[in-house]
């Protein structure tokens, strides 16, 4: 199968069917909810889920922006302005064909004209160990990006000031991002780096293979989660589903944190060429 | 639970409060950002609006592509603050009803209660649920907005909580 059709595959299922651990997560809240309009949410987020399996209806109507990180294997075959032209291919045609809306605007400040076609993709390479590429998407929505945000933090500050500033972010955000939310947090680097960390970790599939930092994720759920804004911003227990933290080497004068808001819909796709791509069958 | 037709009678509007699970049935009209700039604008210069605000109330959704069997695609709320500044005035001049997602600004808030009108908020994120609901779909005005035009509804059972009542009691 060409690439840009493998793309457009996993794209045209992401937009309607969660990641099973992003389901899962959402009928276990469900279950143990104890406010009554929290669960009221959660029944209705449930329903939402079964009408868009079973139907070519998305689960939500902002299909979001796309956004990728290519994770390039240092020995993979790679022809790259081929492997990005697929990508792009596979999204427009998803787009087309899996009911997206379009969303997208050319410029961001003047005129605001729709591009039509949900392009461009925000596409980041990385270069890591082995001899595959992997695509990874986001359908980023943007009532829940919208609340997303970046801290510079002391370098004397610590475990309980990070926590305080994702308390803080989450907090302005109270019912906006449609809760119940997932939270990828990006500390370290430059104010930049740590904003796309807070994205590499959204995409993250199983856990934290640092113990400090898997630890810390639990801390800001829990933290998160006592601060009854709840299911739909209507109060409860279950405000936020998942934390997910990437970290990397800072500046001894600084701290970057950065927290991207994903809202109860954490949509996402991953497509993996093995052995690399260079547009050779 | 309680049961809201639209266009409401007085009676059935007064008895829905704040905290209450809500369903509406009957014709509801869909606006968003340019749709409420658009009204606002007309409201300010004298003109005639393209729908009565009497009697009806307005939902914040921009749809996702029609998809066969329904009357449109994915139909779940917008984010209601952004409609805010616009809100007082369409309340002022006869509208009741709003179903959006998210909190209001203490303006919108106290002209609810001035005008006995209602916030009801629809679950964020459930544009396939909702659009299961909606058994009919037509552009009334604006159709250059594309997927924020000026829309009517007929729904059906579409589930809400009220947010804000029209005795001034507000969901906290």
């Known amino acids: ?94 787009s087309k064909n899996a009911f997206y809306r379009k969303s997208v605007v050319k410029d961001p400040l003047f005129d605001r004209e729709n591009t039509n076609t949900n392009l461009p993709v925000i596409i980041n390479y990385e270069l890591v160990e082995g001899s595959d590429i992997s695509i990874k998407l986001l359908l980023k929505g943007f009532g829940s990006e919208n609340c997303s945000s970046v801290r510079m933090l002391n370098p004397t500050q610590g475990e309980d000031d990070v926590i305080a500033a994702v308390c803080d972010i989450v907090s302005k955000a109270g019912g906006k991002p449609c809760p119940p939310i997932f939270l990828g947090v990006g500390i370290g680097g430059t104010m930049d780096k740590a904003a796309l960390l807070s994205k590499k970790a959204l995409l993250r599939s199983g856990s934290n293979s640092d113990k400090r930092y898997r630890e810390l994720e639990e801390k800001i759920k829990d933290a998160v989660n006592r601060l009854n804004i709840g299911p739909g911003g209507l109060g409860g227990d279950n405000t936020c589903l998942g934390v997910a933290i990437e970290s990397f080497p800072t500046h001894i004068a600084g701290l970057p944190v950065a927290v991207t808001v994903n809202c109860h819909a954490e949509r996402r796709a991953e497509v993996v060429v093995l052995g690399g791509y260079d547009g050779q069958a | 639970m309680v049961r809201l037709n639209l266009p409401y009678s007085e009676d059935e509007l007064l008895r829905v409060k704040a905290g209450d699970e809500v369903f509406i049935y009957g014709t509801l009209y869909v606006g968003r950002d340019q749709v409420h700039k658009r009204l606002y604008e007309a409201i300010a210069k004298g003109e005639k609006l393209p729908i009565e605000l009497n009697g009806n109330g307005i939902y914040y959704m921009g749809p996702s592509p029609k998809v066969d069997g329904f009357a449109l695609g994915a139909a779940g709320p917008t984010t209601s603050a952004r409609m805010d500044p616009f809100s007082p005035t369409l309340l002022k001049h006869g509208l009741r009803v709003m179903v959006g997602k998210g909190p209001r600004s203490s303006e919108v808030l106290a002209a609810i209660k001035e005008y006995k009108g209602l916030y009801l908020q629809a679950f964020g994120g459930c544009g396939a649920l909702y659009s299961s609901c909606i058994k009919k779909s037509e552009v009334v005005s604006y159709p250059e907005l594309g997927p924020e035009a000026l829309l009517r509804l007929e729904v059906e059972a579409m589930p809400c909580v009220c947010i804000a009542d029209s005795n001034g009691n507000v969901l906290s």
Not at chain 1, 13 to 40: F, H, N, Q, Y
Not at chain 1, 41 to 52: A, E, P, R, T, Y
Not at chain 1, 76 to 83: D, K, Y
Request: proline fraction near 2%; hydrophobic fraction near 45%; aromatic fraction near 2%.
């Open chain 1, 1 to 94: 199968m060409k690439l840009s059709k493998s793309i457009e595959n996993a794209l045209s299922s992401a937009v309607r069917v969660l990641p099973e651990e992003v389901e899962k997560a959402i009928r276990k809240a469900d279950k143990c909810e104890t406010s009554r309009l929290g669960r009221v949410v959660l029944d209705n987020i449930v329903k939402n889920i079964d009408v868009s399996k079973e139907t070519l209806l998305p689960l939500c109507q902002d299909t979001g922006m796309f956004w990728a990180l290519v994770s390039i294997g240092k020995s993979a075959r790679l022809n790259l302005a081929l492997l990005e032209s697929e990508i792009i291919a596979g999204c427009r045609a998803a």
